[in-house]
């Protein structure tokens, strides 16, 4: 219904990729920021919306649907690295044995139960990894399984289905085991947060610094180096008897 649309409005094959993964782009996140209750799906809404609109009549180009599963592949894994970068190793050195070892455990046995799936189940091999990637919400992982079947079409298409079908039941059986460990351990969220604030607050430390350096005399602050270093605020100066706040141009 949705291609004849577009296709009436006589558009260019481009024109109707792109109208069409902006559509499912706009939709996914919307339904992202619905809450049920104290939850919402996020941007895995915009894997809902795709399979909603695929089943509507959507269809977009091959070519241009690998090129933005490996764009968007890159784009995750970069905005991931960024906003876990600078807290990365000091994290390690506090929990990282014991979140690895947690986070091998929980790989070994969804591929524990993909094998068996698979020998047991007689799964495709595409399915198996398709449901496996998707149970477990890793997109990457998909994206990986597709590079080593490059040269079975058949099997890239079913990994595809199996990972939208296994995804939203990854999605809600994540949410479900959340809200289930919060009511049985009595997990109160408020002051978790405010217990991890206060555990990872860096102390501050207030130091009177007498100048007593020459060349600075006449220069501005903001051109002194390491004046605007993160980790150290200068607030106040005093000069001849006057406190003043400190700006770049002081």
Known sequence: MILDLLSSLNLSSNAINL????????????????????????????????IFLAQM?????????????DFGLILFVYTVGVQVG???LENLKHNGLKLNLLAMAIIGLSITLAVIAYHVGRLPMGATVGVLAGAV??????????EVLQYNVQAINLSTIAYAVAYPMGIMGNIFAMLILKAVKKIDIPREQRAYAHENA???IGM???????????????????FNRGDIVFSRILHNKHVALVHNNT
């Open 19 to 50: 109208i069409g993964l902006a559509l499912t782009m706009v939709l996914g996140l919307t339904i992202g920021r619905l809450q049920f209750g104290k939850v919402s799906i996020g941007v895995a809404g915009v894997l809902f919306s795709g």
């Open 57 to 69: 009549g959507l269809k977009i180009t091959p070519a241009v649907l690998e090129f933005v599963r």
């Open 86 to 88: 600078p807290r990365f």
């Open 137 to 146: 919400t890793n997109t990457p992982s998909l994206g990986a399984a597709q």
């Open 202 to 204: 860096s102390p501050i």
């Open 208 to 226: 009177n610094i007498v100048i007593e350096n020459k060349n600075l005399i006449g220069r501005e602050l903001g051109k002194i180096p390491d």
